[in-house]
């Protein structure tokens, strides 16, 4: 799987290394191969699957299909409609809002977490603080790729994380 994820380098600020799933995506194989480990690992009863913007859509939907849950989006400020609940949070490159529908997260709805990068952990973080205000009860975090030397896990508090691949 490593070497369908293709490193880009200044992206999308100098000094960057993005890592670009395009390549895992656009291979069959092996993105079911990726979305059958991630379910597997899962441990007890989900509600919901938590997608952060943008590229955890990708994977929550057919995790949530396989664990039998719903999928909830976490977007980006300004791309939901109607009534929502937001957290603001620092990221490695800036600053970011995330938002949530808090009426699709019944109380004590037990949701994963679910990215394709875990680098400082701020947007998970951030996640995880907006789904709790919201009645859900976290289970765990799963990433694709853990960039290791950002050290993402430690604003995570020691919650259950699962990766797939860690990059030193």
């Given amino acids: 799987m490593e070497q369908l994820v293709r490193l880009v380098p200044?992206?999308?600020e100098p000094g960057i290394l993005f890592?670009?799933?395009t390549p895992l995506l656009a291979d069959a194989d092996a993105f079911a191969d990726v979305i059958a480990a991630i379910a597997a690992a899962v441990e007890g009863p989900v509600d919901l699957v938590a997608g952060m913007e943008a590229r955890g859509f990708l994977f929550a939907a057919p995790v949530a299909v396989a664990l039998g849950a719903g999928v909830l989006p976490v977007r980006k400020a300004g791309k939901l409609p109607g009534?929502?609940?937001?957290q603001s949070y620092a990221l490695e490159y800036g600053t970011a809002t995330i938002e949530v529908h808090?009426?699709?997260?019944p109380a004590g709805a037990r949701v994963l977490?679910?990215?394709d990068v875990l680098a400082?952990?701020?947007t998970a973080a951030?996640?995880?603080?907006?789904?709790?205000r919201c009645g859900a009860v976290v289970v765990g975090l799963t990433f694709l790729v853990e960039l290791e030397a950002l050290r993402g896990r430690d604003l995570l508090g020691g919650r259950p994380i699962d990766v797939l691949v860690t990059v030193p």
């Fill in 102 to 105: 808090p009426d699709t997260i």
């Fill in 10 to 12: 200044d992206y999308p």
């Fill in 126 to 132: 951030a996640t995880v603080e907006l789904l709790e």
């Fill in 120 to 122: 400082t952990g701020g």
């Fill in 83 to 86: 009534p929502t609940a937001s």
């Fill in 19 to 21: 890592r670009d799933i």
């Fill in 113 to 115: 977490v679910l990215d």
